[in-house]
Structure formats: C-alpha cells, structure tokens
C-alpha cells in the first residue's frame, strides 16, 4: 500500500481526536453532532478499508514517525483489532446518526459541544487501544477513553448517575492501575513494552515470580475494566442512569474492548511462555463465567427497571464472551469473538429501543410502559425482534455465536455437557426477562394519561436497520465469522 | 540485609496496600480519592525504582565522556504520562464530588445511599 493508506492506522485514532478539539469550539446548534457524526463515520470508513485490507490475510503494521519496532512506538491492525475496530466504530456511528434529538434531550444546550468531545474522546481512546502494539500505549488509550466515559455516563440529569459514576471511576482506576503495576513488572523482567517482542523475550524468564504476579495483576486488572463477574458491580447503575444514548455506545463497545486486551495479553504474551498457564486461565476464569451467566440472567428476571434489567443481562452476556475463551481452544475462542460482534449487534439494538422509549417515558420501569406498544408499534417490535436475537432464535445473530459456544463446549471435554445445560438454561432465562418487557408493553392496559407518542424517525431508522443487521448477520454470517475464525487461530497458533 | 536492600519495593507495596485500604474502607468521598492517589503514587514509585541503575547517572551524553554508565530514562518518561493521567482521574473525582455535593448535600458515601433509596 502507498499514499494515504499507509497512514490508516494512525489515522484511526487521529481523526476523532483532533476532531474532538475542533467540536468543543462548535457552539452553533446542531454544529457539534454533524461533525462529530462525520468524524465517527470517518473513523468508521477507516476501519471498514482496514478490515478489506486484513480479510486478504495482511497484518498492518504502522512505525510512529518511521522508528523501528520494539524501540519506537508500532501500531498493528490484525483480523482481531479490525473486527472489534469494526464494532467500536460502527457502534459509535449509529449512534450519533440515531442521536441527536435523544441527546438534545438529555443534555442542556450550552453543554452539548463538550459532551460530542468526550464521545468523540471516548472513540478515540477506544480505537486507540485497537490499534496499540505496545502495552504502555495500551494503558494511555484505556485511560482516554475511561476519563472521557465518565464524563459522558454523569453527562444526563440524574442525579443517581453521580454516585454511580463515582464508583465506576474508583474501580476503572483501580484496574487500569493493576495493569499498570503489571506491565511495569514484565518491563522490569523484560525490558521491553511492545507486545511482539515481549512474546519472544518473555520465554526466559517465564519462570520467575515477578512473571507470575504480572500475570495476576495484568488479568485481575482487566477482568475488574472488563466487568467479568464478580468485578463487575460497577456496571448495572452506570449503565442505568447514563444518558440512553450512552447506554448504547457503551453497551455496546466500552467492556469488549477490555476483553480485548485480557485475550491479545494472555494468549499472545502469557500462554506461549507460562507452564501451565492455560489451565490456571481456564480454571479462573470458566466458574466466573458461568457464575455471571446464571446470578447476572437470574437477577435480570427480577429486576424492576428496564436499563438495569438489560445492564445485568449484558453481565450475562460478558460470561458468555468469557465462557468461550476460558475453553483454550479455536472454535472456543471464535465463538467468543463472534459473541463480542453479534451482542454489540443485540444490545446496541434493545438499548436504542430503550432510547426510543425514552423519548415519551420519563421512568424506566417496567410496570410504568404498560400497554406501550399501541401507542409505539414501531419502537416496541424492534425490541421484540431484538430480543429474539440475545436470546438466540434461529436466523439471527445471537444464534450463530450460541451456536458456535455450544459446539465449542461439546468439543471441549467431559464437562461439556455441564456447559452446554448452562448455555440453555441462561438461553430460557433470557426469555423470561425478555417476555416481562414484552408482556408489560402488549398486554397489559395502556395508561390512559400517558401521552406517549413514537419516536423521531432517525431514532426509529437507525434503530431498525440495527435489527435488520441482526438478521442480515444472522443469515449471512461469513464477515465476522470469517474474521473471528482468523483472530482465533492467530491467538492460538502462537502455542506451542 | 538482601530484604533491606530493596526497601524501595517494600515502601511501593506498604504505599499500594495503604492507598487500596483508604479506597475499600473509607465512606468519604474525599478520603477515598486521597486513597486512590496514594494507590497511583506508589506504582509511580515502583517505575522509578526499576530505572536506577546502580552507579548510573543521569542519561545525557556529552562530547568526550565515553564508557558512562547510564540509569534508565524510559521509566520516568513513562510515568510521567501515568502521573498525568492520576492527575486527571484525581480532579475528575474531585469535580464528581463536587456535584454530588451539590445534589445530595453530602459527601458520605452511607448516607448518599440512604437517599437514593427514599
């Protein structure tokens, strides 16, 4: 590649960051959500060239200001970043397309430029540690885009947001700095930070303690960012009193990204070099999992309110991300990445239904939407269709990556079967939280005073191409898939 | 005296434990940023602490000193982004205070939960 393309990768970053600081100047009204929407599409555009790129089997590698790797700074887009860049991106970009009247609502007027810089903070650090091959670079880009999300989670007008944004923020920085005190130990044992060459110069010295404790620090840390169960007790009011259409961006893409970086760490430096590593990763972290998919589904089928309800089935969800890893093998792992893709697909799309529902009912509870769908047909079917999708109908994306985790776990071992009878139990659950919102909005009797009316069109469009996506990636799967197959066998091709 | 020798790693995790005490333990909002700083001052330390190099001196070459043998620089460039970054999260922390001040009338975190739930 020549010209401009060569530059992509760094480009991925640049562009929402230097756009972030050209938004906050933007006070004209509507100024502020049309750049910052071009820049996401932008940073979109970029991802989608780079994942063609990478679908022909390339790795790109980009040297900051043409110093060689492990000395200077590389960023590297492999099948793995393209796919979560994907996400990351696309997730952000329909979003703001979808957004602009559900955040006009929520945030006053005059604030409204700096909260499209956040966001836009928020894309790039998140984009940024997509694109990072080295693990300080890592840590600034998780902290660009953990201050950025604070801002944008205590961003709405309630108040409860704050106290659950103080929490957010105090174990955000307790992992994020676990992680650090773990890289300075490998650095210490090392003395390198560039993921590839800390593979390779890792070997001898895997045996030594400081080894181990970074190993610990470095998983603890981004299990803690990453909400696996039981660190996860952040989440639930984050996502609930957030402004809806952070909900949706961070639902969707804010947690993966650290899976993200707990799989590249453990399968790409640790694995390879660890004695036995694989099995304390696959003993660790397999009970967590199916700890978060029963407690997490289980809560969420008695949980009066609407966000948190689906807040604590994104816990779930994370268990099933989790659940395919801990397995230590290709289809496991592949099944986890596709769940990364098609549950940012389901959530996004039932968090923007919520958005919807948002913009005619101030309280999210479940029993005050009663009767809702007479007066919301359209908001209310995209949540029923997209519901079919977490929970794994046949034809939509949720299937495909259930699908894949259930023939995962018949391959893994004996205790497959036990795996399998969570999977469909946590699958029933799902059904059941889900029908509680369903059953409330179809048949049970309208609130004579309720003024509901359905929400704007771009709201309901986006929305619904969200769902149809669902059903697009459910029929058609091979993009992901395709992706999610080449990131797992990269990861595991590096075992011995 | 081998356990004495590395004392500067006995104050990084003494620092670490107190700071992640303050964070668990404390109700205030405030002591528990005064935690969370002190939890972040001591991985500084331990950043520091592995760049001195034993009779080094300060990494900077000079025309006609040869066979000098230098500390390691990439750790204190290193942490000073951290430090930067701890400042951020600290005044973050702080400017929530603040608001939660303002709504709630209280910065403890027992009685913010009391009323939430009324």
Partial sequence: MNGIEQHLPALQVVVPMLSAAVVMLLKPRGLAWAASTAASLCAFAIAVTMTLATLEGETLSYLMGNWPAPYGIELRVDAFSALMLLVVTGASSITLLAGYQSIARDIETERQPLFYTAWLLVLAGLCGILVAADAFNIFVFMEISSLASYVLVAGGSDRRALPAVFKYLIMGTIGATFYLIGVGLIYLMTGTLNLADMEFRIHDVADQKPILVAAGFITVGLALKAAVFPLHVWLPNAYTYAPNMVTVFLAACATKVSIYILLRFDFFVFQPNLVGHDFQFAYFLMPLSLLAILVASGVAMFEPNLKRLLAWSSVAQIGYITLGASMVSVPGITAALLHIFNHALAKGALFLAVACLGMSVARMRIDSIGGIAQKMPWTMGAFVLAGLSLIGVPGTAGFISKWYLISAAFRSDSLGWMLVAVIVISSLMAVVYIWRVVEAAYFQAPNPDSSAIEAPLPLLLATWSAVLLNFYFGLMPALPLELATSAAQMLQGQMP | ?118
């Avoid at chain 2, 935690?35 to 025309?63: D, H, N, R």
């Avoid at chain 2, 709504?103 to 939430?116: F, L």
């Fill in chain 2, 1 to 118: 005296m081998e356990l004495f020798g590395l004392y500067h790693y006995w104050v990084f995790a003494v620092l670490l434990m107190i700071g992640f005490y303050a964070v668990v333990a404390k109700l205030n909002l405030i002591k528990k940023l005064l935690g969370l700083s002190l939890f972040q001052a001591a991985v500084f330390l331990l950043y520091i602490t592995m760049g001195k190099v034993e009779g080094g001196t300060a990494p900077i070459f000079q025309a006609g000193v040869v066979d000098q043998l230098y500390s390691n620089p990439l750790p204190q460039v290193l942490i000073l982004t951290a430090i930067v970054v701890g400042i951020s999260t600290t005044a973050l922390g702080l400017g929530i205070v603040i608001r939660i001040k303002e709504e709630y009338g209280t910065i403890e975190e027992q009685k913010i939960q009391e009323i939430d739930q009324l």
